[in-house]
DNA sequence: GTTGGGCTGGTACCTGGGTACCTGGCTGAC
DNA sequence: GTCAGCCAGGTACCCAGGTACCAGCCCAAC
């Protein structure tokens, strides 16, 4: 049984999935909400749902701010974001919040039974129109060939201090972060430049960065 | 009318396509092709094809890097991957290729249809199946929100600094490969740093790389 | 048991990076 | 005309970063 919980400020729209999916043997529809606050309050109370179709335009906390907090939530359910606006920013700050499906309101019920069911098995789903827009931020985001870190043979120390050199910290800092003297980060960051062949810490960073090793945050 | 053209190295695969393919009015089966360089062949013969839909294991050539080259053909079609494994290196490979749908051979004969007719209309698909690999990777890139480089208002030359620093340029470097004296560039260089708030070379080259500057090539 | 490699730490030294501050030419706005 | 801002350049100084080399500890492999 796929438990739900529906999250939308009009009560048509709620009225109406719910409609949609009470139809079904397998979906039960366990608490709605009229805005993020609500939604919150819900999955709190219940911990047993599994799928949140969420709004994004909602009064109090809108969809997405929700989304970020429902994942610090440890029995956080998948969220399908279900909106009438296709705009690109929306759809991948969604997916940066968490989201693991994107709907327009304008799909079918088809489309919204089984993003529920392919979410809720651990999937994960956006609608046609939008999937453009997330292969161009693939495309844009550079050839996925990852530098490959493991040819260097870094030890799980020089690794360390590589992935901080990524983040930007000089060595007093990385000294700090990894409770070491400066010394010793200076001989690990020399054995990561030697390995890498990187000419000083801007090259390792950006090799680090390439490597995902320290991702942009 | 939708032209497709089916490029698969087994028979049977090819003729099942062309089967489903050619039950509907809108579509024609242009061409097949039983490797990736009969592809590139049949497209070159005819400039009118819509839509490629592409095995990724093919003989001769294969499946990615004949979608790579097709992208260098002026009228090229749109491609869909069409393959057995859900290899999430073969995805991403694929779109940073170029493809703008991926479908796996267990898909119904209704989204082989759906997907041909969506990308035809420049549009884009996903198996469901793979959406998460393609979400995970839009996630790991990173929040949407780049750093907005135009909110620090460097001027031309500083961005010409700032991208070279992004590429792991010495001053030196820098000096010699925009022609200015070493103190021009260590000028530069500070006004960079003072304007976009980074304390050292290492973090202004993370901006350059997070603002798009200097994409890791 | 000793040997090699990783991890940690130290000393000494040199250079490139970064700061501070100044000069001067050029251009466009007021 | 003069004023502001960008661009180019210079000098002087300090320090973080990087190099070189050495030593002790620990542990797994031989």
Do not use: C
């Amino acid at each position: 049984m796929i438990r739900v919980v529906i999250a939308d400020d009009q009560q048509l729209v709620r009225d109406g999935f719910s409609q949609i999916l009470r139809s079904q043997p397998d979906i039960h529809v366990a608490a709605d909400a009229a805005d993020g606050r609500q939604l919150l309050d819900a999955v709190r109370r219940d911990p047993r749902i599994d799928v949140a179709l969420v709004d994004i335009r909602m009064p109090v906390l809108d969809g997405l701010h929700a989304t970020r907090e429902l994942a610090a939530i440890p029995h956080a359910p998948a969220v399908i974001i279900v909106t009438t606006f296709d705009d690109d920013a929306y759809v991948l700050d969604a997916i940066a919040s968490g989201a693991r499906g994107f709907l327009l309101k304008r799909s079918s019920a088809h489309d919204l039974l089984s993003a529920v069911r392919t979410v809720a098995a651990g999937g994960a789903i956006l609608s046609a129109e939008i999937t453009g827009a997330v292969l161009d931020r693939v495309r844009s985001t550079g050839p996925v060939t990852r530098v490959d870190l493991a040819a260097h043979q870094l030890t799980a120390r020089e690794t360390d201090v590589l992935t901080l050199i990524g983040a930007g910290l000089n060595n007093d800092e990385i000294a700090r972060n990894l409770h070491l003297s400066m010394s010793t980060v200076k001989t690990h960051v020399a054995n990561v430049l030697a390995k890498t062949g990187s000419r000083d810490r801007v090259r390792a960073a950006i090799l680090a960065i390439q490597a995902g090793l320290s991702p942009p945050p």
